[in-house]
Structures are given as C-alpha cells and as structure tokens.
C-alpha cells in the first residue's frame, strides 16, 4: 500500500489520537498528552523490534514510519503524533504528505519554546546521530530567527544509559559531562532535549550545564500544541471518554511483557498490557 | 516464502561462505575465518537496520534470522555461519530444520572450548540479555559435562559502548567492573565471550577479570570449526579464488557508509564497499 490510502476516513471528535514512538521513549509525549488533555482515548505504538532509529538513515526510518502510520488509521485515529524525534526529522514531511489527517512531530514545537527563551541567541541540541546529521532544528529554529546560532552534539550512549535504568549514576554524570562540554564552552543559554528519552536524565543534564542554562523539553510543547490543533479543528474531546472504551491502549513490534515494565516506570497510569503486531505487513 | 525453499541447490566447493549477524559484530567471525581458512569466499549480511538483536524476543529474531537466510542462499552460499549469539541462541535450531546445507553457530564452538579449558568448573557467560535469557550456553556445557557450573550476566550497554569506539576507556572499565564483580566473587576461571563484539574490549575484561581466568572467543572456535565442517563434507577451498572473483562481499540492511567504516576498524583487509539491500522483502 502506498500514496493514496485505501481506507479513506473523516477524523471524527471522539476518535483517538495515534502516538508512535520508536520504543518507550514516546512515552514521555504520552504522558504530557495526558497531563494537559486529559479526555483524550490514546493509540500508542512502539516499534521496540526495530528500535533505535537514531543512528538508522532517513529511508529506513520513512519506511518504518510510513508503516506504523498505516497501523494507527486502522484505530480511525483523528490526528498522529510523530513522537520521536528521529522519525519527526527524517519522516514527517513525506507522511504528512500522504495523510489526510493533521500530523504533529516534536520537533517544531521545541524548537519554537527554544528561539523563543533564549536571550543570548545561542542555542544547544542534543539529540540522536540521526536528528543531529538532519539539522532539523536548525533549520526550524533558523527559519523563526536568524540571529540565533545552534550547536548540536549527537549523545549516542544517553538511550542505552537510560534503558540500562542508570539515571541518577555517576557512569551517566561522567558521560554527560564529555557530551556537554563543548555546550558548556560555547556558553549557550537554553539547551534542547531533542530525544524523547533524555526526559528521563533531565536532573543530570539540568546539574552538568548549570543553573543559567533553560532545558527544554519538546514533549511539553508537543502535547501543548496538540491541544491547539484539536481546538482549531473542533476535534478536542471535551467530556472524558465512557467506561470500557478502551481510553489508552499500547501496541509494540516485540516484547510486550518489558515494554508494560518500563511503561510503568514513566507513565504512573498503570499500564496493564500491550499488544504485539508484526509490523512489518503493514 | 516458508517452509521448503523454492531454489534448492547443491552446496559447491568454489561457492562462497554466508556468514550473518544483526550488524558489525560478526566481522569479528569474519576476520578468524579469514586468517584460518584465507582460500574462501565470503557473502557477509549485517542487519544494521534492525539492530540490535539482543534486547528482543525469540520470535522475532527468528523471522528476521530467516530472511537473512533466504538473502544469503540467492548467492548459493555452501554453508551458512550465524555471527551472532543472540541468532545462534534463538534461530538456529529453526533454521537448520528447514535448511539443506550446513551450519555453524557461534555458540556450540565457544561452549565446547570453554568446557574443555575450566580447571575448577566453574565458567562465566557474558553476553546479551536475549543470550542469557536462553540458557543456551549454560545448557550446552552441562550436556558436556554435568559437573561444570555456569553463570550468566547480561551486559547490555557493552555494545554500545564498542559501537561508541569507547574501547579503552575509563567508563568501560567502571561498567566492566560492575557488570564482572559477581562472576570474580564467584571464582569462575573461565569467561566466554559471548557477544560478537566483546573480542573488542578483551584487554578490558581481562584487566577486570585478572591473569587466572581464561577468556574464551567463540569466533575463533567457530573458525576453526568452519574449517572441520568443510573438509568434513570436501567443500575446503583449497586455491585462492581468481582475481575478479568477488572475494568478499558485504551487505547490509541500512547504512553502508557507516558500517564501511567500521568494519575496516575490525578487519584490515580494506573494506571498499557494502551494498544495502531492503532484507523485509526476503
């Protein structure tokens, strides 16, 4: 199935919204989704079988993208929420293209709140290889202000630390501290987590740059402008959804068991299950 | 395509070797198996799009192991070499079933050496959590000899670590010294390597672990075993392939560029070029 898609549909008010995520990272959007609009029914998917993307090319990650798209219309989602930064950098101008439905990815929205706060005009992104070598917030931000100048820094090791559990650890503070000198150096003042898992080492990263430097995190300003769009297009759910509608509901590519164990460490709903799909014949 | 495969074929002596791993790991095989056995040809696939295989589940390792397999058997490969522990644990018994032509894991060499080395019976597995979680080694030792005790520890950030170049580093060694401490209160005498890319940090783990424990590498056991296999069956190339002939070729599944450069970090034949190829349509 490509270009048009065959099951047309009109978004409707009470439908879900579609999140996906390479893994468990897109969780911390879900979370802040929930926060700020709470009367939504959710759809998440995490592609955990072909996790990470981050150091993956632009179109491998289309082609998976482009699938997990496919997955979440079969839900009749209203809207899709690219939360991952790698997918929003390399894929969401082709989805969005394809799509009938609105699109939102995380990276516009943090890179506003960034040009935004900063005053210095320098700013710092850390993020993964994939979103760095995209110079996607660079350009976002380039775009707003031209008098703004952005440094990115690719932190490979931050994903594995923060799934090997280590985010208050002595190992993640020395690798964060080699990661951020050169931020450090060139004295930015606002610093992007462009990875939906540096959430989860906010603390480290918030001590290693220094109480001068504002931390932003595009989740926030994901589920914030969300809320903006679903207004604008008279699609928010104002009343909470019925009993048994299945309000949040989680599907993986692999391991269902482990992603429900780190899910609930980040969102403190209670995720009973997830569902498996192979994703690859989507 | 399940089942028995639709292109049968006799495994020739002048065929070349397929040898697979879920990325760059198994260039560590690849580089044993050119130093015991240099007359061969050899067909390497890395699965750099899905990588890792460590972290995920049987199941879908085994389809992805069986895709590859199917790539691999289009160059009428005589014999197939899984490079990867996490595939030799979890797909190969599926696919020598459904497999005419023989193959070689990395895991039944490594066991066999390792037993026969221990002079305490006590042996330590380092490996992924998908490797450990298997109990493949731990169950292969002990139908060699009962007496021996064995003690898995899952070590997931090493990969990254390697794949980071962080090959002599002072974060290596703290991570090392974390993950070995229970295996050195254990006294075990004997570690076996059992990821493709731990042979990259062998000075590490052997500072770590101390001068009494011997280290085992799979990669050269499963060589030299390569080696018995092909003689066994007369397939041994016994003449250098002619010019021309395509001795090595390497494919991959996303980002040739990159696994390149590695690959010439491990092997110092001078890796030129790697083909990507879209393996979800084998």
Redesign the interface.
Known sequence: MTGTERNEYQPKKDAPIGVFDSGVGGLTVVREIIRQIPNEKIVYFGD???VPYG???Q??VT?FSEQIVRFLKTFQVKTIVVACNTASAYALDTLEKDSHIPMIGVVKPGARMAAEVTKNGRIGVIATEATIGSQIYANYIQALNKNVAIYGKAC??F???V??GLLED??TD??AGRYLSELIDIDIDTLILGCTHYPLIRSTLGRVMGKGVTLVNPAYETARELKSLLTEQNLLHEEPPGLGSNRYQFYV???AE?FVRFANSIIKYGILSAKTV?I?EY
Request: hydrophobic share 25%; aromatic share 0%.
């Open positions: 955990t079988a072909r150091s993956k090319s179109e491998t082609r490979p090791l994903v594995p630390l799934e090997e002595p190992v020395e690798i590519s692999d391991k482990k192979n690859e």
